[in-house]
Structures are given as C-alpha cells and as structure tokens.
C-alpha cells in the first residue's frame, strides 16, 4: 500500500484533471480546513471577519462594539458555525447566560456536552433559529 503524505490532496486532484487555479477557496477542501475565509485586506482582517464584526455592531446596535473574529472555511455542506467569546463589564454566570439565551425566541440552546449533546451544521440545516451550545 502508498503511503499517504500531507499534501497528497494537490497531487490526486491534479492526476484527476483538476486545477486549484479553477477553485474560488485558496486551498482544496477535502478532508481540511482552510485557515482564512474571504479576501485578506491590508490591514490584516479578511472580508469574513469584517464582515462578523459589522454585523454584529448592527444587529446590537452597539456601534463601538468591539470585535475580534476569526473565520476558517470548514467543507460542511451547508450553514456555518460561530465561535464567539464574550467579556461583559459586569460579571455574567452560565446560568444568568443560559437564562437569557433560553428566552429569545429566535434561539435553541442546545448545550449539553456528552457526545450528541452540541449542535452541528448537519443537525441544525433547514432551521430558522440560531442553535447555541458549549455556553
């Protein structure tokens, strides 16, 4: 048997007739992660992140909100997922979170850490609310 070496995904799309040049993501998607997702700008900050960040200042309506994000391309065959990390001025347990979160209408909390416990892209697709876990 071959053995496989990182970076075998190029060589096997190439044998197969197909070019990254014909690919909108900088990298090819199978079986990895691509670690930056829409066009990196001169300051540093991709299209994604900016994106998350001036969405975010919207839907809150917190102009000066400030915003760290980090966006990867990840092959799931549809939705996508968030990591947020949240720093309050006043100190905010799990529970008063989860008690919040619970109570919007346009959220499922989803937060149970045993395997099967936390939402996944394939569970959630076709949904209208925001499935939250790992609260």
């Known amino acids: 048997m071959e053995s496989v070496l990182p970076g075998d ?3 096997e799309l190439s044998a197969a007739g197909l070019s990254q040049q014909d690919s909108p993501f900088p990298a090819p998607l199978a079986l ?4 930056l ?12 992140e900016l994106k998350i960040r001036n969405e975010s200042r919207r839907i809150l309506d917190l102009p000066e909100l400030r915003v760290s994000a980090t966006c990867a ?3 799931v ?20 979170a989860c008690e919040v979160l619970s109570a919007q209408p346009s959220v499922l909390l989803v937060d ?4 099967g416990g936390l939402p996944t892209p394939v569970e959630v697709v076709g949904g ?5 876990g790992r609260v």
Request: proline fraction near 6%; hydrophobic fraction near 40%; avoid cysteine.
């Open 9 to 11: 995904v190029r060589v």
């Open 32 to 35: 990895d992660v691509i670690p």
């Open 37 to 48: 997702a829409g066009s990196l700008g001169e300051n540093g900050w991709s299209s994604e």
């Open 73 to 75: 391309w990840v092959p």
């Open 77 to 96: 065959l549809t939705t996508h997922s968030v990591a947020v990390h949240a720093v309050f001025d006043k100190e905010v347990t799990v529970e008063q």
């Open 112 to 115: 149970h850490t045993g395997l």
């Open 128 to 132: 209208d609310p925001t499935h939250v």
